[in-house]
């Protein structure tokens, strides 16, 4: 009877181990397809690095930053302007 046991347990710690790698592994990616109602990532997050909508992103960011503020701001509210939003906060 000791030994059932015993050989139960043993086979719920391996599975158990063995779920611990394959989440470690698999977290990164599906994190990405988790909706934001569920706390997955925001709709106004940055692209992951890495990929090319990465460097476009880093790119329009330099872009920005260089420009002169006033520029800048008038650009930001044409983009508001077209997109209908009437404020730049998050609503939670």
Excluded: F, I
């Excluded at 391996?14 to 592994?25: D, H, I, M, T």
């Excluded at 997955?40 to 890495?50: H, I, N, S, T």
């Amino acid at each position: 009877m000791r030994c059932r046991s015993l050989l139960a347990l043993l086979a719920v710690a391996a599975g158990l181990s063995g779920c611990g790698s394959v989440n470690e592994r698999l977290s990164a990616g599906v994190g990405d397809l988790v909706p934001q109602w569920a706390g997955g990532l925001p709709a106004d997050a940055p692209p992951r690095p890495g990929t090319p909508q990465y460097e476009a992103y880093m790119k329009e960011r330099e872009r920005k930053r260089l420009m002169p503020a006033a520029d800048r701001e008038k650009e930001e509210q044409a983009q508001k302007a077209a997109t209908g939003s009437t404020s730049g906060e998050a609503v939670h």
